[in-house]
């Protein structure tokens, strides 16, 4: 047809990738796409092929009925398309009556993969490597994960959008690293570079002597093995904090939910998911997820810190201040758990107690250099007796 070439013609400012081939499928499953935008604004010129007529655009979000936006089409002139969110787009070219309305399908994505390596370490020789990564549109693009050298030669290749793998590189070469990179259907990519492996130097065997006595001291007991995270809740923990971050929570606390689905001991998921269902004013929800979070780690800071805020928002003061005094006896050196713990004590009316936690906090602040110093010095300024008082 000869409306499908008028996409052709962009602006050379515009940032896009041409029509798909015929009538080909993307691996999930999806219809191809007519083009792709990598832009939040593109200029579309018109006048490279007829356009049968058509006087209007109209932008719609593919599953939606109601248009984006709507412009009209003045013969000559480029169209400027502005978008605020990345995601499948359909545009309509309507004629005078909108029975000869041409559609196409487009991708918009500006947004680089979400990439990570949690981890690269050889066990028992061989070279142990960790990593998840995010993105809405990898399409036929699959992550590649690479031993390199100095020279980046790539020495071996996986793919996959998370995972672990152990693969056996002997000799390893003198400073190689691990690199993963993502690309997705729009051609968007990021990559992570691991630090220069080191090979541990052999150790030697120790024996002792047939006739040493065994030591009857016994030894300390051994500490508590850190919780294996699944690759997959790693995963939904990242995208969510990313979420969170942007402020868009529903999502976050989506992801966050599948995070501790996965991992049902994943402490600091549960301090997040917390901290998202606080800012939707969910509270007892959020105070549930803390109690699960200390319930595994009675010691976790953040969970303590996060706690002790939802029950000074709900007016629990007898229960933040027990969240901050024992915050503060875990790190003494806590300066926003001493900043907070004065806080509760003078909403509390325990004025005496406040100024000695801010006090705390103004002298712990100033020695780390801290950008709550000025926080601290405002409380302290205000809880002070008047000059002559």
């Known amino acids: 047809m000869t409306n499908r070439v008028i996409l052709?013609?962009?602006?050379?400012?515009?940032?896009?990738?041409?029509?798909?081939?015929?009538?080909?499928?993307?691996?999930?499953?999806?219809?191809?796409?007519?083009?792709?935008?990598?832009?939040?604004?593109?200029?579309?010129?018109?006048t490279a092929a007829g356009t049968?007529?058509?006087?209007?655009?109209?932008?719609?979000?593919?599953?939606?009925?109601?248009?984006?936006?709507?412009?009209?089409?003045?013969?000559?002139?480029?169209?400027?398309l502005a978008f605020e969110e990345t995601g499948v787009y359909v545009l309509k070219l309507a004629g005078g009556g909108d029975q000869d309305a041409t559609a196409y399908r487009c991708l918009v994505d500006w947004e680089p993969p979400?990439?990570?390596?949690?981890?690269?370490?050889?066990?028992?020789?061989?070279?142990?490597?960790?990593?998840v990564a995010f993105d809405r549109h990898f399409g036929a693009q699959p992550i590649?994960?690479?031993?390199?050298?100095?020279?980046?030669?790539?020495?071996?290749?996986?793919?996959?959008?998370?995972?672990?793998?152990r693969a056996d590189v002997d000799p390893l070469p003198d400073g190689a690293r691990v690199k993963v990179v993502a690309t997705d259907l729009a051609g968007n990519a990021t990559a992570a570079m691991s630090e220069p492996i080191v090979t541990p130097p052999r150790q030697p065997v120790a024996t002792?002597?047939?006739?040493q006595p065994v030591s009857q001291v016994q030894a300390e007991p051994a500490a508590k093995a850190p919780i294996e995270i699944p690759p997959d809740a790693r995963l939904h923990h990242v995208i969510g904090s990313r979420y969170r971050a942007s402020g868009q929570f529903r999502l976050a606390r989506y992801h966050l939910d599948k995070a501790v689905e996965f991992c049902p001991k994943f402490v600091d998921a549960y301090v997040d998911l917390s901290a998202v269902l606080g800012l939707m004013e969910r509270y007892n929800e959020a105070r549930q997820a803390c109690e699960r979070a200390l319930a595994i780690d009675p010691n976790h800071l953040g969970a303590l810190e996060e706690l002790g805020t939802l029950h000074v928002r709900q007016g629990r003061l007898v229960e933040a201040i027990d969240c901050f005094e024992r915050l503060t006896q875990i790190d003494g050196k806590h300066v926003r758990g001493w900043l907070s713990l004065g806080d509760a004590c003078w909403m509390a009316g325990r004025f005496d107690r406040s100024r000695e936690a801010w006090e705390k906090a103004r002298t712990l602040a100033a020695e780390a250099k801290s950008p709550l110093l000025a926080q601290v010095e405002k409380r302290c300024r205000m809880a002070s007796p008047p000059a002559g008082g």
């Open 52 to 80: 049968s007529g058509a006087n209007r655009l109209e932008c719609y979000r593919e599953g939606q009925e109601a248009p984006v936006f709507a412009q009209p089409l003045a013969s000559g002139e480029p169209v400027r």
């Open 144 to 165: 590649s994960l690479y031993l390199v050298d100095d020279s980046d030669q790539r020495l071996l290749s996986r793919t996959g959008n998370g995972g672990w793998i």
């Open 114 to 131: 979400i990439v990570e390596l949690r981890a690269v370490d050889l066990v028992e020789g061989r070279l142990a490597i960790e990593w």
């Open 208 to 211: 002792a002597p047939a006739s």
């Open 8 to 46: 052709l013609a962009l602006a050379a400012s515009a940032a896009w990738a041409g029509p798909a081939a015929g009538d080909s499928h993307a691996p999930d499953g999806d219809q191809a796409f007519d083009f792709i935008i990598t832009a939040k604004e593109v200029r579309i010129d018109l």
